[in-house]
């Protein structure tokens, strides 16, 4: 904090904005007048870059491509006591960002989720609703809480969750990792449904419904292997013992009946998937000490830093 005010910072990961984007600086200027406002370029093929500038944005750009790589960038590079991240398509009510940076600060919460809230029958296709209701169910089944609304790119972060967030997903799937990454460390969060309205004219989005859908459905199983790899290697080899004793049953009543062992390949096949079996849950135990060792640290670190609204300790 600067003279016990809040450093905030607006960020806007952009990508061929031109049509939107000196609205989203205008809006979030007249929201957050003390916030210094960044527009990420994402090598778009238009005018962002200079439309942004001249709205009065620090424009800066990240050549890699997807917005994954855009968040890591600048959760990095920037400085900041409080992250309004949102997109730069003119779809988010910056007129909630007072209230959810209140709600952050005044709770000491480390994320705070602009869930959507569409009147505007464009501005949120039925797939992307159908779909966010499926992974975020999802999500709460694999990690035991979730949120309303993964897949908002509305949120207001504490400086402590920007720098403790590895974020290594490259693209749309980095909601999804924002999310495990807040569920996995049990950080205070908090929602409020703020408005989404449809892009303005000559914006399109970027998001493809199929494409970015299996990557997002990818990014939750992958997660889920790492952050639960009992459930996950254990469940494998929960299925791999059933195969093995199903098909191992005809053969022990023919044992029991004859005392012969007629069919050799079959037996050995029952034995061998037993034994990859116990493999897969022996693997599962291990990887699961490792991965409470690493989250461990990650939530170490996470706690050196301080919480919205407290000063860094004296050293």
């Not at 007072?98 to 952050?104: A, G, I």
């Not at 600060?105 to 499926?134: F, I, P, T, W």
């Not at 997002?216 to 996950?232: A, D, G, S, Y």
Request: hydrophobic share 45%; net charge positive.
């Amino acid at each position: 904090m600067e003279d016990g005010r809040l450093r905030i910072a607006v960020l806007l990961p952009c990508y061929n904005e031109e049509a939107a984007i000196s609205q989203t600086v205008a809006a979030f200027r007249a929201a957050l007048p003390g916030a210094l406002i960044y527009v990420y370029d994402n090598n778009s093929a238009d005018r962002t870059r200079e439309v942004a500038a001249e709205a009065g944005a620090i424009v800066r750009t990240e050549r890699m491509q997807g917005k994954g790589h855009v968040v890591r960038r600048m959760f990095a590079d920037v400085e900041a006591d409080v992250y309004v991240m949102a997109d730069g398509d003119a779809t988010y009510d910056a007129s909630a960002a007072p209230e959810l940076v209140r709600r952050l600060v005044e709770e000491q919460l480390d994320m705070v989720v602009g869930a959507r809230k569409s009147e505007v029958e464009e501005a949120y296709r039925r797939g992307h609703r159908l779909g966010n209701r499926l992974f975020t169910g999802l999500l709460a089944n694999l990690f035991g809480r979730s949120f309303s609304d993964i897949f908002s790119g509305y949120r207001v972060f504490s400086r402590r969750f920007a720098k403790s967030f590895p974020a290594l997903s490259r693209g749309f799937e980095t909601e999804t990792e924002i999310s495990v990454h807040a569920l996995e460390l049990a950080m205070p969060v908090g929602e409020i449904v703020t408005a989404y309205g449809a892009r303005p004219e000559g914006s399109a989005s970027k998001l493809s419904t199929y494409r970015d859908g299996w990557r997002i459905m990818r990014t939750i199983l992958h997660l889920f292997r790492i952050e639960r790899p009992v459930l996950f290697y254990g469940g494998f080899g929960l299925f791999l013992a059933a195969v093995a004793i199903v098909i191992s049953i005809p053969l022990v009543i023919t044992f029991a009946q004859t005392g012969l062992v007629p069919r050799f390949p079959t037996a050995i096949l029952a034995t061998g998937l037993m034994i990859v079996a116990f493999m897969s849950f022996m693997c599962g135990l291990i990887l699961d000490t490792v991965v409470r060792g690493r989250r461990e640290v990650r939530r170490l670190h996470y706690l050196s830093l301080p919480a919205p609204g407290q000063a860094p300790p004296e050293r």
